[in-house]
């Protein structure tokens, strides 16, 4: 075996959080080597998350808008319509996609190996290639970014084939008549409300009280009724007691209290859990936590101080967005650089309709604060809304007990994931609702809303002052 390769800067892994800590690095002058054990460069956001899901989601987008604007024609999907034909473009975007990471890491001099990395030492890696030879680098800071993967609950026989994961979902030959999703997180809501929107009889199960439960409520109950006036249909509080495949053509779930039931397919989607066991972690003397994450400070540091751990291994949000600005923050504390003021991270989840939400949102704001002033601005009463048929939707304000700074933005419809950012530049800024009732919004736009919740607000203050002064 050759001797040791030392770089500044080894990141493990070249998902979201893995590919930020790298060019960070590398613009900082650093000699950056990325370690990546699957074929391409992007990790599972690009190959079987992110990327694959959202594009289906957009043929989905297109039926229901399709529908939406047709009044003579019944449109619906072809039964046993191969799923290929709904992601046409994905080989593209992928493709496009891998190529531009591609020639950022080529542009900033970052050396990229495929193979597989364990640790020998605190400081050691052998990387196993491809082509089965050995190699030891060192580095100086190391950044473990090795993603997740979809957790495989005891007793559920998944075969890829009937009873599939959130990886293999897309594998499926043709759309399924039926879908059955266990689970009540940001990966199950999301299929299962896609699914449902490309005419499937989904019926998403979940052992909770309600899905997204770190969500704003009213925006849930807004999203299950939209997915059960789809077609859908929410089983709540049930636990699930056996799934099995019939051998014909059924996968058949009983729940706890004896209900039964059949579909064509089903998705688990019950949480991820952190890709670490192959890196050797015994070796640097770092354990895992009860929940199987790596432990890491605010600054996404280890017990040892010149390892990092970011993305999905640390466990929740488990957003690519949040994920990046963890590769970011992690590499510039290791090299001393100014990290730069720490926000609040817009969450985005992709169902039908989106949802977002930044800052604290309703019930976070009474527990803080005990009273709270809430605004609201529903998309049917917004020109936008009613011209684009946008009219499943809702914009919350969340203010201070005197109805002046804004505490928080919630947003359900379609849209919600571009809108969040308005709220959250003036989070950063610490707006005041008065500021929204100021600025001059372009009519028609969905972006009026944030004007109209303010507004909202500003009556209730006013109340409280005309019933104060009586």
Same mark, same amino acid.
């Given at each position: 075996?050759? %001797?040791?390769?030392?770089?500044?800067?080894?990141?493990?892994?070249?998902?979201?959080?893995?590919? +930020?800590?790298?060019?960070?690095?590398?613009?900082?002058?650093?000699?950056?080597?990325?370690?990546?054990?699957?074929?391409?460069?992007?990790?599972?956001?690009?190959?079987?998350?992110?990327?694959?899901?959202?594009?289906?989601?957009?043929?989905?987008?297109? &039926?229901?808008?399709? +529908?939406?604007?047709?009044?003579?024609?019944?449109?619906?999907?072809? %039964?046993?319509?191969?799923?290929?034909?709904?992601?046409?473009?994905?080989?593209?975007?992928?493709?496009?996609?891998?190529?531009?990471?591609?020639?950022?890491?080529?542009?900033?001099?970052?050396?990229?190996?495929?193979?597989?990395?364990?640790?020998?030492?605190?400081?050691?890696?052998?990387?196993?290639?491809?082509?089965?030879? !050995?190699?030891?680098?060192?580095?100086?800071?190391?950044?473990?970014?090795?993603?997740?993967?979809?957790?495989?609950?005891?007793?559920?026989?998944?075969?890829?084939?009937?009873?599939?994961?959130?990886?293999?979902?897309?594998?499926?030959?043709?759309?399924?008549?039926?879908?059955?999703?266990?689970?009540?997180?940001?990966?199950?809501?999301?299929?299962?409300?896609?699914?449902?929107?490309?005419?499937?009889?989904?019926?998403?199960?979940?052992?909770?009280?309600?899905? &997204?439960?770190?969500?704003?409520?009213?925006?849930?109950?807004?999203?299950?009724?939209?997915?059960?006036?789809?077609?859908?249909?929410?089983?709540?509080?049930?636990?699930? !007691?056996?799934?099995?495949?019939?051998?014909?053509?059924?996968?058949?779930?009983?729940?706890?209290?004896?209900?039964?039931? !059949?579909?064509?397919?089903? &998705?688990?989607?019950?949480?991820?859990? %952190?890709? &670490?066991?192959?890196?050797?972690?015994?070796?640097?003397?770092?354990?895992?936590?009860?929940?199987?994450?790596?432990?890491?400070?605010?600054?996404?540091?280890?017990?040892?101080?010149?390892?990092?751990?970011?993305?999905?291994?640390?466990?929740?949000?488990?957003?690519?967005?949040? /994920?990046?600005?963890?590769?970011?923050?992690?590499?510039?504390?290791?090299?001393?650089?100014?990290?730069?003021?720490?926000?609040?991270?817009?969450?985005?989840?992709?169902?039908?309709?989106?949802?977002?939400?930044?800052?604290?949102?309703?019930?976070?704001?009474?527990?803080?604060?005990?009273?709270?002033?809430?605004?609201?601005?529903?998309?049917?009463?917004?020109?936008?809304?009613?011209?684009?048929?946008?009219?499943?939707?809702?914009?919350?304000?969340?203010?201070?007990?005197?109805?002046?700074?804004?505490?928080?933005?919630?947003?359900?419809?379609?849209?919600?994931?571009?809108?969040?950012?308005?709220?959250?530049?003036?989070?950063?800024?610490?707006?005041?609702?008065?500021?929204?009732?100021?600025?001059?919004?372009?009519?028609?736009?969905?972006?009026?809303?944030?004007?109209?919740?303010?507004?909202?607000?500003?009556?209730?203050?006013?109340?409280?002052? /005309?019933?104060?002064?009586?």
């Amino acid at each position: 075996m050759n %001797p040791a390769t030392h770089y500044d800067i080894v990141v493990i892994g070249s998902g979201p959080a893995g590919q +930020k800590a790298a060019i960070q690095g590398a613009k900082a002058g650093k000699r950056v080597a990325v370690i990546e054990r699957e074929p391409g460069i992007g990790g599972g956001c690009v190959y079987r998350g992110t990327i694959p899901s959202k594009t289906l989601r957009e043929s989905a987008l297109q &039926l229901e808008r399709t +529908k939406q604007s047709s009044t003579t024609l019944d449109v619906c999907v072809p %039964p046993n319509i191969p799923v290929a034909s709904l992601m046409r473009r994905v080989d593209d975007v992928v493709k496009a996609h891998g190529l531009y990471m591609e020639n950022q890491l080529r542009r900033n001099g970052i050396s990229f190996f495929h193979g597989r990395a364990k640790f020998c030492s605190p400081t050691l890696i052998e990387m196993l290639s491809i082509d089965g030879i !050995k190699q030891l680098i060192t580095a100086d800071t190391i950044v473990i970014a090795t993603g997740s993967r979809p957790r495989a609950p005891v007793g559920i026989p998944i075969d890829h084939e009937n009873i599939l994961d959130s990886d293999s979902i897309l594998s499926m030959i043709y759309l399924p008549r039926s879908l059955t999703v266990l689970g009540g997180g940001v990966v199950a809501s999301e299929y299962a409300s896609i699914f449902a929107a490309l005419g499937v009889h989904v019926t998403l199960v979940d052992r909770a009280d309600r899905p &997204l439960q770190f969500l704003d409520e009213e925006l849930v109950r807004m999203f299950v009724q939209s997915f059960e006036q789809g077609g859908g249909r929410y089983c709540a509080g049930q636990p699930v !007691k056996d799934v099995h495949w019939d051998g014909i053509s059924q996968v058949v779930t009983t729940l706890l209290d004896g209900q039964m039931i !059949k579909s064509d397919k089903m &998705l688990v989607a019950v949480g991820r859990q %952190p890709n &670490l066991e192959d890196l050797n972690l015994s070796a640097t003397g770092l354990t895992l936590t009860e929940k199987g994450t790596l432990a890491v400070n605010e600054h996404c540091q280890t017990a040892i101080p010149h390892i990092y751990g970011v993305g999905d291994l640390l466990g929740p949000p488990g957003l690519a967005s949040a /994920a990046m600005e963890q590769g970011r923050r992690a590499v510039c504390h290791a090299l001393g650089l100014p990290e730069g003021r720490s926000s609040d991270i817009p969450i985005g989840i992709y169902t039908i309709p989106e949802m977002a939400s930044i800052g604290l949102d309703e019930a976070a704001g009474r527990a803080r604060y005990r009273e709270v002033l809430v605004g609201r601005a529903r998309f049917d009463e917004i020109a936008r809304g009613q011209i684009s048929g946008i009219c499943n939707g809702l914009l919350k304000l969340v203010a201070d007990p005197t109805g002046e700074y804004l505490l928080g933005v919630q947003i359900v419809g379609e849209g919600a994931t571009e809108l969040i950012h308005v709220g959250q530049i003036a989070l950063q800024h610490a707006g005041t609702i008065d500021s929204f009732v100021e600025n001059i919004f372009n009519f028609p736009t969905l972006a009026e809303g944030y004007r109209i919740a303010a507004l909202d607000i500003v009556g209730q203050r006013q109340k409280r002052l /005309a019933s104060t002064s009586a």
